[in-house]
Nanobody, 120 residues
């Protein structure tokens, strides 16, 4: 089992910055993919950014150049640095840890979510 605790969500004005943190504990040695998802009312939960155990990151087009996902291996924390925030970035941000091999997901853990609100 893996436990995830997110923090860092807040209310911020457009153009501002936030850093989200996801602290993991438990059997993280099995994990090879970590990601941040965003949930907004009326929409499906979407992947914002992800990073592999090897450090390869990828981003949704809507956040490229503004968000950066990173990982502190020693502390088992994954961060999402968000800059130039826009009102459309508003939502609940969830941390996800999983194990994906050849496209098949065998492990899937979620945090409780942290609210990000960006005012115009």
């Amino acid at each position: 089992q893996v436990q995830l605790v997110e923090s860092g969500g807040d209310f911020v004005q457009a153009g501002g910055s936030l850093r989200l943190s996801c602290a993991a504990s438990g059997e993280t040695f099995r994990i090879n993919l970590m990601a941040w998802y965003r949930q907004t009312p009326g929409k499906q939960r979407e992947t914002v950014a992800q990073i592999t155990a090897g450090g390869i990151s990828s981003y949704d087009d809507s956040v490229k150049g503004r968000f950066t996902i990173s990982r502190d291996k020693a502390e088992n924390i994954v961060y999402l640095q968000m800059t130039s925030l826009k009102p459309e970035d508003t939502g609940i941000y969830y941390c996800n840890f999983g194990r994906v091999v050849l496209g098949s997901r065998s492990l899937d853990y979620w945090g409780q979510g942290t609210q990000v609100t960006v005012s115009s």
